[in-house]
């Protein structure tokens, strides 16, 4: 990833306290070739990711096709989370998305936009969102509605 991605990422993990640790795995992407089929590379990928996973984790899939939200819902559904003492995986896919069987093993999913945006942003911006909602949550002054 370039750095400003790292940056940013980092930025907002650093910010969350304790109870509201992010902590990144990164899986690396299938090698891609011109002959190489896009079906089998996300399965190859979702393989990882599913192997990964802890069995336990509340899995959150971030998909075009997901349920928006507004930053006020992310923060309820923050609260319910941090409440349930469960671990969440916020799961972003490769270049040509998520496999089947993760969207299968999501508990829910997640669409950022309608847009498609690039995997580098898409890590920035669930973490400031999280943050955000974490402010609300707070009463920090960060969130301005």
Request: glycine content about 6%; hydrophobic content about 40%.
């Amino acid at each position: 990833m370039p750095d400003w991605v790292d940056m940013g990422y980092q930025d907002y993990a650093r910010r969350l306290p304790h109870p509201c640790r992010m902590e990144l795995l990164e899986i690396p992407v299938a090698k891609r070739t011109k002959s190489a089929d896009p079906s089998q590379l996300k399965k190859i990928e979702g393989d990882a990711i599913l192997r990964a996973l802890p069995k336990h984790n509340r899995m959150i899939a971030l998909d075009v096709k997901g349920q928006s939200r507004s930053t006020r819902q992310l923060a309820d559904s923050l609260k319910t989370w941090l409440g349930s003492g469960q671990d969440v995986a916020m799961v972003i896919g490769g270049p040509d998305g998520l496999d089947g069987q993760c969207l299968n093993r999501a508990e829910e999913t997640w669409s950022l936009s309608a847009l498609t945006l690039p995997h580098a942003l898409v890590r920035v911006v669930v973490a400031e969102q999280l943050y955000r909602a974490w402010s609300i949550l707070n009463n920090l002054p960060y969130h301005r509605a």
